[in-house]
């Protein structure tokens, strides 16, 4: 089955800094890569996504690209601010349609 | 439109007691998710539906776990006996396409 890895598992930035999240997955038929934040004590929340056809996707301060040759794709969050800070996961998905594989997680602090 | 509802926000038991959570997913979905959420190991994906039929339960832990999804508008995850073993938070997400909507999820805890 589909395995993707999440790296770093903690981050921590100074804010108005970038922060980059990068996921590898193994099942080259995946075909669409999204991104969740959860929030201390809250739900995780789809913030962006992107599918196989497409190399990079932007939403103001965030942006993921994916490399469909070597199976990678990267969160970047631009301009950090406080409120960023959460756990963020990425997940891969395409064999199994509808069931989505996580990463661990990437615990990102922002300090003021 | 609501979101997807879980319920109870909070449960304690006693070890031995049944426990069962509740979800109601977002109308029109097709999927639907139960994931177990701790800080050992993270998030686990239990089981999942697909237009109400079981799909992949093989990441239900045991017996004592058993999900059902009687229509496309509930669903219910039991233990039973519970154990402080299971104490976590669990979440319900539910999809159309591919990006999941999660619950606020049920705060389990097993004494």
């Known amino acids: 089955g589909e395995n993707v890895e999440q790296h770093p598992s903690t981050l921590s930035v100074q804010e108005g800094d970038s922060a980059v999240i990068k996921c590898t997955y193994s099942?080259?038929?995946?075909?669409?890569f999204p991104w969740y934040k959860q929030e201390l004590g809250k739900r995780p929340q789809l913030i962006i996504d992107i599918r196989s056809n497409v190399g990079e996707k932007k939403d103001q301060r965030i942006a993921v690209t994916l490399n469909k040759t070597a199976k990678h794709f990267s969160l970047h969050i631009t301009e950090t601010q406080p409120e960023d800070s959460a756990v963020y996961f990425c997940a891969a998905s395409g064999t199994n349609a509808g069931k989505s594989t996580f990463g661990d997680g990437t615990t990102l602090t922002v300090k003021p | 439109d609501a979101g997807v509802i879980q319920s109870p926000r909070h449960e304690v038991t006693e070890m031995g007691q049944e426990v069962t959570l509740r979800c109601k997913p977002i109308s029109g979905h097709d999927y639907l998710f139960w994931y177990r959420q701790t800080m050992m190991r993270g998030l686990e994906l239990l089981i999942y539906f697909n237009n109400n039929v079981p799909i992949d339960d093989s990441g239900m832990p045991e017996d004592r776990f058993s999900a059902k999804m009687p229509n496309a508008s509930f669903s219910t995850l039991k233990i039973q006996p519970s154990e402080p073993r299971d104490s976590a938070v669990y979440f319900c997400?539910?999809?159309?396409?591919?990006?999941?909507?999660f619950g606020s999820g049920t705060r389990l805890t097993v004494v």
């Open positions: 099942d080259s038929a995946s075909n669409y």
């Open positions: 997400a539910s999809s159309f396409d591919y990006g999941y909507t």
